[in-house]
C-alpha cells in the first residue's frame, strides 16, 4: 500500500506542548535558526515525528436500519482524529504511540490505540514490545488513516465488526524484510493477546439472548495469541500478495480455540489501484464466518477519483438452525460506489453510496429489532449515503 500520504512530519518548532489524555507532554525538534540552543537537547528530542489522522461525515440511510454511524433521519455527528508520535530514542531504539478520539451517534469516547517500543536488531529486522499495530491483511496497520484508501469506511465484509481481528495486540513481535532480484518480502511474526469488537445483534436475537442499548457491540479478548503474516512483492511494479493467520483462546469460553486465516491481493501503480481480500474465522462450537470483497479506483484529471467495491460475508453460529428464521441477521452484501475529490494527497472529500443486503451489521436499534421482527417489517435491503471529508499530516 502507498504510505506517501501519511510520511512524518517533522516539527520545525524548538518547543510544543501537546495535551494527550490530559497529560501535558513537552516534544521538542530541531529549528535551523536556533540549532545552537538545540543542540545540547538530547539526539532522540530532535528526530520526533509527529501524524495526525482525521475523518468527518454525514450519513443517511434509507430506512430504520443504522450502519457506520448512518441514521434513517441522517446524522453529522460521525468524526475522528488520531495523533500519533514515533521518537527515534536512538539509532536502534523507537518509540511510537497513537491516541484516538472519537465521536458518533452514540456518544464520545478516547482510546489508546497502540504503544510500543521498536529495537533494530538488524539493518532488516525489528522487535516490537507493547501494544503494537496488528500485521494482518491490508488495511490492518493503518485503518484510521482515510487518505490511504478510496472510501471513507473499510471494506466491511473483511473489516466490520465481525470479529476477524482487533487494530493491536499486546505483546512481544518480530517484523523484518528480504529480498533480491526484483522479489521482495515482509514477514511479522508475534505472540500475546488481541481484543477485538462483534456485532452481537443478529446472533443475540437468534439465540433468545436480551440485550440492551449500547451493548450490541461486544469486545471479545483472545489470549495465547500466536500470528503472523507474509507479504511477497513481485518484480511486476505495484503487485503484491500475502496470507496472514492467527490463533488464541477466547477468554470469554476458556479452551474454545479461535483461528482466523487471510490471503490478500493488490495491485497499485499510477492512477489505478486493485485490492482484494478474504478472511475466514473458525470458534469451536461457536462460529464460522467468511468474509471477502475486490475494491478498485482510478484517479484521473489530478484531482478526481472513482471507486467501486464488492463484499460479500456470512456467518454460521453454533446451535442455530437457519430454516425458519430470518437468516439475514447473519449475512452481509454490499456494493459501494465513491466519487472523491482531492485537494492534495492530505486532504479528500468523498461521496459514497452503499447498496446493503442483510441485517448482519445493517439493523434496526436493539431495543426495536423483537418488535419490528414480529411484524414482519426488518428490511432486508438498505441504501447508505455517505459524505465527508479525510485528511493527514
Not at 433521519?73 to 536512538?90: C, I, K, P, R
Not at 439465540?207 to 442499548?213: A, M
Request: net charge negative; charged share 25%; aromatic share 10%.
Amino acid at each position: 500500500m502507498t504510505r506517501s500520504s501519511c510520511r512524518g512530519s517533522a516539527l520545525s518548532l524548538a518547543g510544543l506542548w501537546i495535551v494527550l489524555s490530559g497529560l501535558a507532554l513537552p516534544v521538542f525538534a530541531q529549528a535551523p535558526e536556533e540549532s545552537q540552543d538545540t543542540a545540547e537537547l538530547p539526539a532522540w528530542v530532535r528526530q520526533v515525528a509527529l501524524n495526525g489522522y482525521g475523518t468527518w461525515y454525514y450519513g443517511k440511510t434509507s430506512n430504520e436500519n443504522e450502519i457506520l454511524g448512518a441514521l434513517e433521519n441522517g446524522s453529522y455527528e460521525t468524526a475522528n482524529f488520531h495523533l500519533s508520535l514515533a521518537a527515534a530514542v536512538s539509532e536502534r531504539l523507537r518509540v511510537v504511540t497513537q491516541v484516538e478520539w472519537r465521536n458518533d451517534p452514540d456518544g464520545s469516547e478516547e482510546a489508546l490505540d497502540y504503544v510500543f517500543a521498536e529495537w533494530k536488531l538488524t539493518s532488516e529486522m525489528r522487535v516490537r514490545f507493547g501494544k503494537a499495530k496488528m500485521p494482518f491483511g491490508i488495511y490492518s496497520e493503518f485503518p484510521d488513516v482515510g487518505t490511504l484508501r478510496p472510501f471513507l469506511e473499510l471494506p466491511q465484509a473483511a473489516y466490520g465488526p465481525i470479529g476477524f481481528l482487533g487494530e493491536n495486540y499486546k505483546g512481544v513481535g518480530l517484523t523484518g524484510s528480504l529480498g533480491s532480484g526484483g522479489w521482495r518480502m515482509g514477514w511479522d511474526v508475534y505472540g500475546g493477546s488481541t481484543e477485538l469488537e462483534e456485532d452481537s445483534t443478529g446472533e443475540a436475537f437468534l439465540l433468545g439472548e436480551e440485550l440492551e442499548p449500547g451493548e450490541e457491540i461486544e469486545n471479545e479478548l483472545t489470549r495465547d495469541v500466536i500470528g503472523g503474516r507474509l507479504v511477497v512483492e513481485t518484480p511486476v511494479s505495484g503487485l503484491s500478495f500475502g496470507a496472514s493467520a492467527l490463533s488464541g483462546i477466547e477468554e470469554a469460553d476458556v479452551g474454545r480455540r479461535r483461528r482466523v486465516y487471510g490471503i490478500q491481493a493488490e495491485y497499485s501503480r499510477d492512477a489505478l489501484t486493485v485490492r482484494a481480500e478474504t478472511m475466514h474465522e473458525e470458534v469451536f462450537e461457536d462460529l464460522e464466518a467468511t468474509g471477502s470483497y475486490v475494491e478498485a479506483s482510478y484517479r484521473f484529471a489530478g484531482h478526481w477519483q472513482v471507486a467501486a467495491e464488492a463484499g460479500h460475508l456470512r456467518n454460521e453460529v453454533f446451535g442455530i438452525d437457519p430454516s425458519g428464521q430470518p437468516a439475514n441477521l447473519l449475512e452481509h452484501d454490499d456494493l459501494a460506489l465513491g466519487v472523491n475529490y482531492w485537494f492534495d494527497d492530505n486532504l479528500v472529500v468523498k461521496l459514497n453510496y452503499m447498496r446493503i443486503r442483510g441485517n448482519l451489521y445493517a439493523h434496526p436499534p436493539v431495543d426495536e429489532l423483537p418488535e419490528i421482527i414480529e411484524a414482519g417489517d426488518l428490511q432486508e435491503r438498505t441504501n447508505v449515503v455517505l459524505a465527508g471529508a479525510q485528511f493527514s499530516f
